[in-house]
Structures are given as C-alpha cells and as structure tokens.
C-alpha cells in the first residue's frame, strides 16, 4: 500500500504532499511543471555538399580517372539528352498534328532561339527519318 504521506518536491525546492489522498485538511498537490530548458537543443548540421565523393579521393591518380569517368558519362548522357530534345522538337512541328507547334513557340518552350530551333527540329527529323522505314 502506498505511503499516504509520502513527499514530492515542486521546482522551488520544497515539499509537498504527492498525490490526492496525501492527508485530511492538507492543501492540495500542485501540478508538476516541466523543467524549464536552459539551453537550445542543437539543430542537425546540413552534411557538407557531395559530388559523387570526389572531394574525398586523395589521391591524384585516381581522382583524375574517376572525375574523367564522371565527364564522360555527362557528356554522353548531354548528347542524348539533346537527341531526345530534337526527336520531340520535330514531333511537335510535325504539320500533320492537328496542335503542330512553330519553331518560335518550340524555341519558346525549350529557351532556345528560333534560329536554334529550326536547327534542332531538322536535326530531329534526320533523327526520325531511319524508324520510319524500319517499321
């Protein structure tokens, strides 16, 4: 059986009864107040920028055959990219759409020039051309 007089102190220090049945005529328990934060917690640093952990190779030799490795893969996948840019170019300037695009409305969508545009459109059409005689 709990101890009805048993003590709880309050943040000042002093004591009170615990709990509701502490004794006949006594003051009731005060509430519990959470301790009052002194300090802020620390937020999570953000981790240092990341370039495919390049910044942690330290030797030369192999930093200049990984970041070679790297560009070469950009490179191709840009060259793609761009392939796949004027594909979609000359597919939306094809007149026999009903929603045919101009190349002043591609070069607008794309943020290119319209010179630029017209260049990838036919670059896009060359790109076409072989498919439509495979199927």
Not at 25 to 46: I, N, S, Y
Not at 48 to 71: C, G, N, Q, V
Request: no cysteine; proline share 9%; aromatic share 6%.
């Amino acid at each position: 059986m709990p101890d009805s007089h048993a003590q709880a102190s309050d943040p000042s220090g002093s004591t009170v009864p615990a709990g509701p049945g502490a004794g006949a005529g006594e003051a009731p328990a005060r509430r519990r107040r959470p301790v009052q934060l002194l300090f802020e917690p620390h937020l999570a640093e953000p981790e240092p920028e990341r370039f495919f952990d390049l910044e942690s190779i330290e030797d030369p030799a192999e930093l200049l055959r990984r970041s070679t490795e790297l560009a070469l893969a950009f490179r191709a996948a840009a060259e793609r990219a761009t392939d796949f840019q004027a594909v979609a170019a000359a597919q939306l300037a094809d007149t026999r759409r009903f929603d045919a695009l101009s190349d002043t409305e591609i070069a607008d969508r794309a943020d290119w020039t319209p010179d630029y545009a017209t260049k990838m459109i036919e670059y896009g059409r060359g790109l076409l051309q072989p498919r439509r005689h495979d199927g």
